[in-house]
Every structure is written in C-alpha cells, then in structure tokens.
C-alpha cells in the first residue's frame, strides 16, 4: 500500500485480486444467502436445504466453494456435518455492508451495471 499527495492510501491494482476474489465469491446469491444463514448459527446441508429452498448438490457444491475459500468449516456429529463460519471477520464484513446498503437506499439495487435489473437482464439474456 503507498500513500497518494493527498495522504490517502492507495493499491496497486494487483494488489487487490485477492479482494476481488472475495467480493466475487459473496456475490453469488446462493452463497451469500448459506454464509447469512451460518452467521445465525451452524447448520448441517438438510438444513440449508430446507430453510433456502434449494437442491443438496446446489448447497453442497457452494458450501465447498466457501470451505476451499477458508470462510467457513464443518465439524462431524454422528452421521451429519455441522458448518459454521470460520471467520468471525466475516460478520462484521456482512454488518458493514448491510449498514451500506441501507445508507446508500435504492442505489445499489438501480445500479444499471449490477443492480437487480441488470441482473434480471443478464439471466434473460443467458436463456
């Protein structure tokens, strides 16, 4: 990190791939619903399933992209595996951006490059 004329840090831009990294993998609807969901508290895949709605090989084949991202982690209890955030970290990052988005209001959501109509395009156009 250096420090601009104006005393402000600033990164090189390759620098901030592992960052990038991060926000992308959050960025995943599905992810980040399991990894608000763990920051309630651990749950097993039957679980996650249930209370998302979504398929086991859906839940499981992000849980294991959070887990090689180190973000979270599963302890085995009898036949079942409990996960739960390994990063506590990580609820303060999902706490400031709740307080974000709530300072920003419809902004984020209008944004036409990554609000939710764009999104909503995106899919349309992948049909």
Known sequence: MTMNSGGATTEPRTELGAAAALFRGLADPTRL?????????????VDLC??????????????????????????????????????PELLDLLA?????????????????NYGTAAAGDMNEGDA
């Open 96 to 112: 400031a951006a709740e307080g974000l988005l709530a300072a920003t209001g419809d902004a984020v959501a209008l944004c036409p």
């Open 50 to 87: 249930n209370e998302l709605g979504l398929a086991q090989s859906t839940v499981s084949s992000h849980l294991a992209c959070l887990r090689e991202c180190g973000l979270i982690d599963s302890r085995p209890e009898g036949r079942a595996s409990w996960y739960f955030l390994a990063r």
């Open 33 to 45: 619903a399991i990894t608000r969901r763990l920051a309630a508290g651990r749950a097993r895949v």
